[in-house]
């Protein structure tokens, strides 16, 4: 079973910057990816970013392209999503998975982080 720790949400104005936090229990499997998806009120939860751990792939969704970038901490086993440029339709509650197949799809993450609160103010 793998306990994910997310940290690092808040507020904040347009056009400012936010750096995520998930932390994995134990020494993530190479052969898993950590993702990050967000869910508005009233909308479904919706793909952000993921990374391969084996070869630190990295794979986006076209809304946050050139804003937003996930990177890893091999030695703190932990995924980070740094959020530049926000924009009042990021604010959303952010979330962290594990998968082992997937990368992209909800279903496909069996693990999930409890989320944390990103509000950008316009």
């Known amino acids: 079973q793998v306990h994910l720790v997310e940290s690092g949400g808040g507020l904040v104005q347009a056009g400012g910057s936010l750096r995520l936090s998930c932390a994995a229990s134990g020494r993530t499997s190479s052969n898993s990816a950590m993702a990050w998806f967000r869910q508005a009120p009233g909308k479904e939860r919706d793909f952000v970013s993921s990374l391969w751990w084996s070869d630190g792939s990295t794979y986006y969704a076209d809304s946050v392209k050139g804003r937003f970038t996930i990177s890893r901490d091999n030695a703190k086993d932990t995924v980070y999503l740094q959020m530049n440029s926000l924009k009042p339709e990021d604010t959303a509650v952010y979330y962290c998975?594990?998968?082992?197949?997937?990368?992209?799809?909800?279903?496909?993450?069996?693990?999930w982080g409890q989320g944390t609160q990103v509000t950008v103010s316009s």
């Open positions: 998975a594990v998968s082992y197949h997937g990368l992209t799809r909800a279903n496909d993450f069996p693990f």
